[in-house]
């Protein structure tokens, strides 16, 4: 769904509704003033830190990959680019 532009993010729903993409902020974390895009929902919103936290651990404990880097990170999370570890990431992801 986030790959595919299918989802619940106001990325997407506002354009829906032809809302301004700089309108389209997260309504989770309200003092961000951030677009809700894929980038934030997964990477930044200070609300999902925890379950992020336990995203990162699951993912290096099953493949060893340490995610440092914000747009490996991204790519990896949606399914671009990865081989070897890719089911791994993703069950993770899902999770």
Request: charged share 30%; glycine share 8%; hydrophobic share 35%.
């Amino acid at each position: 769904m986030l790959r595919g532009g299918t989802n619940r993010l106001r990325i997407e729903t506002g354009r829906w509704k032809k809302i301004p993409v700089e309108q389209r902020t997260c309504q989770i974390c309200l003092s961000c003033d951030q677009v809700e895009d894929e980038v934030h929902f997964l990477l930044d919103c200070g609300v999902y830190n925890v379950v992020r936290e336990r995203m990162y651990e699951e993912i290096f404990q099953r493949t060893g990959h340490d995610i440092d880097n914000k747009e490996w990170m991204m790519d990896t999370l949606i399914g671009h680019g990865v081989t070897k570890c890719r089911i791994e990431i993703l069950k993770a992801v899902m999770r």
